[in-house]
Every structure is written in structure tokens, then in C-alpha cells.
Nanobody, 116 residues
Framework: QVQLVESGGGPVPEGGSLLLSCRHS????????IGWYRQSPGKGREPVATISTRGTPIYYADFARGRFTLLRMPGDRMVNLQMNNLRPEDTAVYYC?????????WGQGIQVTVTS
């Protein structure tokens, strides 16, 4: 069982920035994808940005590209999401996801609220 601990959410004014951090426990997996998803009220969970240990390019959702940056720090077992120029529509619960083949582990979720 992989444990994920998220931090860094909260309220932020429109145009502001936030850094979300996710630390995962020792896992023993060599191949996996890790990153962030989000869920807004009344909507399904959607990917924001993910990175794979396979060396493929970082995936960014269209709304994240150019504003958000994903950074993986394997030595610290962390993945950070730097979010800039935030918009009210970015308001959501953000979830860290750890995805070895065939299984998903999720963090508890962290609220991000962007006020206009």
C-alpha cells in the first residue's frame, strides 16, 4: 500500500500562485506514473499533470499548459505542482495519484479555492 501525503492548498486570489506537494511512501515499484488530478463541484475527476518513470514527456491538461509546472523529485519521493496565474475555474479538490500498472493510489485530496 502506497501512502500519499499532500500539502500546500488553500485560498488564493485570482492571478496568484500556489505550490502543491505530494510525498509518497517507499513503494518498491520501478515503473509508475505520478501526478495530480482535480475535481470541481459537479464534475468528474480530471488529470492536471502527470509524469511517468518511462521517460515519456510530462502530460499537461490544456488548461494547465503554460501556467502549471510539474516537478518530480525521486530522491525525496515527492512530486510538486507549481500553479501560477490561477483562475476561479481552477477551484477544485486536487488529488495526488500514484499509478503503477494496474493499480491506483490516491491522496486524501486538498482544497484549492481561487477568489475573484
Amino acid at each position: 500500500q502506497v501512502q500519499l501525503v499532500e500539502s500546500g492548498g488553500g485560498p488564493v486570489p485570482e492571478g496568484g500562485s500556489l505550490l502543491l506537494s505530494c510525498r509518497h511512501s517507499e513503494d518498491g515499484y520501478i515503473t509508475y506514473t505520478i501526478g495530480w488530478y482535480r475535481q470541481s463541484p459537479g464534475k468528474g475527476r480530471e488529470p492536471v499533470a502527470t509524469i511517468s518513470t518511462r521517460g515519456t514527456p510530462i502530460y499537461y491538461a490544456d488548461f494547465a499548459r503554460g501556467r502549471f509546472t510539474l516537478l518530480r523529485m525521486p530522491g525525496d519521493r515527492m512530486v510538486n505542482l507549481q500553479m501560477n496565474n490561477l483562475r476561479p475555474e481552477d477551484t477544485a479538490v486536487y488529488y495526488c495519484n500514484f499509478n503503477p500498472p494496474g493499480i491506483d493510489f490516491w491522496g486524501q485530496g486538498i482544497q484549492v479555492t481561487v477568489t475573484s
